[in-house]
């Protein structure tokens, strides 16, 4: 392969790489760059333990340590009243036989079902949320403290998977198009254009 298409190969695969960058950053990371240089005011809030309802409590309850325990299957409690617009659900929270919470968003238009790991990054819920519903995903006996649920937060998240995923999409493309060339089938054609010009061939 000849220098020039080399380099032309390599600067094709540094603009695909650049434009996947872009993308990655201003597309997929929109709202938080827009939150933080104040373009949007969405409303972050954070909801503790000391925001759920004593009478919300199903199948579980607030032990003398001040972690709220499961008492059997199917625990769960609710945090209602927000009628809110929750665009992003993150949780923090001490566990102890507890995997994850399942957060059922009841909204006006399309429920939003999310699973929440405490310490992860944000989950999309993108609606306006009436209540969340969390439920205890563990075994009877755990316990979680120091529960935060916090919404609207906006993280600054570089997807490497995604990354590569679209610089590999813009490679693999570039190179159906390659492979479409018109079939040579032997045939001189400029030959037969100039008989055609020059009238040859006519009745």
């Known amino acids: 392969?000849?220098?020039?298409?080399?380099l032309q190969h390599i600067g094709y695969a540094l603009l695909i790489a650049a434009i996947a960058a872009?993308?990655?950053?201003?597309?997929?990371?929109?709202?938080?760059?827009?939150?933080?240089?104040?373009?949007?005011?969405?409303?972050t809030r954070v909801f503790t333990s000391e925001d759920i309802a004593a009478d919300s409590f199903v199948n579980?309850?607030?032990?003398?340590?001040g972690r709220i325990e499961i008492a059997a299957e199917g625990a769960s409690?609710?945090?209602?009243?927000?009628?809110?617009?929750?665009?992003?659900?993150?949780?923090?929270?001490?566990?102890?036989?507890?995997?994850?919470?399942t957060a059922f968003c009841d909204a006006d238009k399309e429920d939003k079902t999310v699973t929440l790991y405490d310490g992860a990054m944000n989950v999309v819920v993108d609606g306006t949320i009436l209540s969340v519903r969390i439920d205890l995903n563990g075994e009877v006996g755990g316990t979680i403290g120091?529960?935060?649920?916090?919404?609207n937060n906006y993280q600054f998240q570089f997807s490497w998977a995604?990354?590569?995923?679209?610089i590999v999409v813009g490679i693999v493309t570039r190179?159906?198009?390659?492979?479409?060339r018109p079939i040579d089938y032997g045939i001189d054609t400029s030959a037969a254009v100039k008989k055609e010009e020059n009238g040859e061939g006519q009745a």
């Not at 872009?22 to 409303?43: H, M, Y």
């Not at 995604?162 to 679209?166: D, G, Q, S, V």
């Open 77 to 101: 409690f609710t945090i209602g009243g927000l009628n809110m617009e929750l665009n992003t659900l993150r949780a923090e929270f001490e566990a102890e036989g507890v995997s994850s919470l």
């Open 146 to 151: 120091n529960i935060r649920l916090i919404v």
């Open 22 to 43: 872009v993308l990655e950053v201003c597309a997929f990371n929109f709202k938080p760059i827009t939150t933080s240089f104040g373009w949007r005011q969405d409303e």
């Open 175 to 180: 190179a159906l198009f390659a492979l479409q």
């Open 162 to 166: 995604r990354f590569i995923a679209m």
């Open 1 to 6: 392969m000849k220098r020039k298409k080399i």
């Open 60 to 65: 579980c309850f607030v032990n003398a340590d």
